[in-house]
């Protein structure tokens, strides 16, 4: 992973290209600066590991451009679970449920991250607290669709209506 320089990120894209991002939907400029300039943006490239299995959930991730997937592993195979485009989140679930990664991510195209430590997501909470209201009806929106996603998924395999 490339260490990359949100201030530059800001000033080539413009806050309004961030604003686009599902999880960062209604925050307001301050908010969404703390946490550019305050989280670790980085630039991955293809098939480069993110987070691993068995790893501490102690960040989510953002994806700024680019696609990442999150993946199982299964014996010694690696199975995509999801795609994760602009805007949308990963790592979210482990972080605020306290345990270890179940799973692994990596880029599926150049990609570029923003890194949402524990400790980052806490400071949002003290310095921007209606910003931080707003992050977690985002983050619950997201993780809501994720779960009608997998509901989904679980339907047509239990009545036989998957589709290759």
Do not use: W
């Amino acid at each position: 992973m490339k260490n990359l320089d949100a201030q530059r990120l800001i000033a080539e894209s413009g806050l309004d290209y961030f604003k686009g991002a599902s999880t960062f939907g209604a925050l307001s400029d301050d908010a969404l600066r703390f946490l550019l300039n305050n989280g670790q943006v980085h630039g991955v490239e293809t098939d480069e590991a993110i987070f691993h299995s068995g790893e501490p959930g102690s960040f989510f991730v953002v994806v700024l451009s680019g696609k990442v997937g999150y993946y199982r592993e299964v014996g010694r195979e690696r199975l995509l679970i999801r795609e994760v485009k602009f805007g949308e989140e990963v790592g979210y679930v482990s972080m605020i449920g306290l345990f270890n990664r179940k799973g692994s991510v990596y880029a599926l195209e150049p990609s570029v991250v923003l890194k949402v430590d524990s400790n980052l997501f806490f400071q949002l909470h003290i310095d921007f607290p209606s910003d931080f209201g707003i992050l977690m009806l985002n983050l619950s929106r997201e993780l809501a669709r994720t779960i009608d996603c997998i509901n989904t998924k679980l339907t047509a395999i239990a009545t036989g209506h998957c589709r290759e």
